[in-house]
């Protein structure tokens, strides 16, 4: 049995890890489940012989068949994008939980648009639903990880945030495996692949519903000067009266903090903007959290959520059956790695050395697999049984390193590293960044298979190797670290691979200051706080 055993950053009531802080969390993590279930199941779908010739795919040519299938696809990374900025806004203006319920909305409606395309139509009708799908997306990857972030306790907010993966990957294992199972009872015709699209409206609307039960972010509702309402929905998460020491320190950390935060940037909407782009400090920061995602996609991890039918053809596995079945394999896989690093990696091992450890393991799978391809010519001898062999357990065991590391960790990061006064726009950067680059991947995905064969596996294979001096050298580890000590990391001069203990320490040093029940006193907690600023302040 796993044991979920936790770091605190101080003492902590256990009231304060309560269902409530779970339920949210899930909430509004059933976004991801809208994106694993639409990045999963949109590759298999097009590649069905009812959809090719349902809208007249299977005459194109190779080239003409890419193009079509690559803009499908890829319309749906483009409305992300547009999305993911829009949620700046939306997150700014109408909160966390009206944001979700916004995006669950828009959502359903694209998922609609898909669903009731038919040859008559055409495809510019999926193409519609894809954007309009897309841009809620982008919304909902904006909102919900921050969302999270600023409800968790220190100690459980990394397996919180990591819920948005978990999510994510429950998502993509519907995704892979509906179109095996559809294709079982329904081996052709119009329901084949329309009841693929369909499925998108149940998390959509599943979102949608529960989004009206989610708390308010407490730190949302101070920075709009609602601090009222944030007190009573910072008690109800925590489960512990007004009164209650914790309480009165959580709140008073928040206040204080957002209070310097507004120093530095000013009020407003742009004020964000403004402090971001004149400080060189959150400008590198920024381009570290866009950079994780660069080196996420450069996994190969998108190619292969997106074309895995193509993926598999270039192994030898041929065969719709086949091919779906091998696609649906993968993304257990990927379920259950996500679920080792939500329990123990994630809190407990750390994101440095997972992040590591995730490039160098799958770096040599990749590198077997592009040799395997180079020297067995699998496409020109492909077979319709599978038998137990290196070509497919190889990929396996790509996402047995992949899947616990660079799956989901990079949105725990991104969504840990920034002020709250600058985090709804900062995270709206990091999610356009990583559907910026999620675009260009699956763009041009079928035309480098066409063109690079296996080299394809060797590029992804040496960008990983070149993802570990970047992650040594500079990405601190963030583990256990309160959101309100994070620009502490990052002090100037601080190297990335001793910046956490070095924290960690100053924590623990100041633990000096509590009185014997584990709370400051209130004298205390103010000449605390005001000393963490100034040394935020000179960093």
Known sequence: MVKLSKVEDRPTPPEVYNWRVYMNAIIATFAAVMIGYDSAFIGTSVSLASFKNEFSLATKSTAEFNLISANIVSMYQAGSFFGAILGYPIGYFIGRKWGLFVSAGIFVVGAILQTVAN????????????????????????????YVAEIAPPAIRGRCIGLY??????????????????????????????????????PGGLLLIGSLFLTESPRWLVSRDRNNSAIKSLCNIRHLPPTHPYIVEEMT????????????????????????????????????????????????????????????????????NNSLLTTGVYG????????????????????????????AGGAVCMYYIAAYIAIAKPAEHPTTSLTPGGKIAFFYLWTVFYSPTWNGTPWVYTAEIFPQHVRVF????????????AFLIARFTPQMFTAMGYGVYLFFASLMIMSIPFVYFYVPETKQIPLERMDEIFTPGLPAWCAHRTVINSIQYEQHAYNPQG?????KTSITEKERIERVEVA
């Open 119 to 146: 040859p008559s139509i055409g495809l510019g009708i999926i193409y519609a639903g894809r954007i309009i799908a897309g841009l809620a997306i982008g919304v909902a990857s904006n909102l919900a990880p921050i």
């Open 165 to 202: 993966e978990l999510m994510w990957q429950v998502g993509g294992v519907v995704g892979f495996w509906i179109n095996y199972g559809v294709s079982l009872h329904i081996p052709t015709g119009h329901k084949q692949w329309v009841i693929a699209f369909a499925v998108q409206l149940i």
């Open 253 to 320: 950390s928040i206040e204080a903090t957002i209070q310097h935060e507004r120093n530095l940037a000013g009020a407003g909407f742009l004020g964000p903007l403004r402090a971001v782009f004149a400080s060189k400090a959150l400008i590198l920061r920024l381009i570290l959290g866009s950079s994780m995602f660069v080196w996420q996609n450069a996994t190969g991890i998108n190619a292969i959520n997106y074309y895995s039918p193509t993926i598999f053809k270039s192994i030898g596995v041929t065969g719709q």
């Open 332 to 359: 257990i896989i990927k379920l259950v790695g996500a679920l080792v690093w939500l329990l123990y990696i994630v809190d407990q091992f750390g994101r440095r050395p997972a992040l590591i450890g995730g490039s």
């Open 426 to 437: 900062s995270q709206a950067c990091m999610a356009a960044s990583n559907w910026l680059y």
């Open 519 to 523: 709370f400051r006193s209130s004298s």
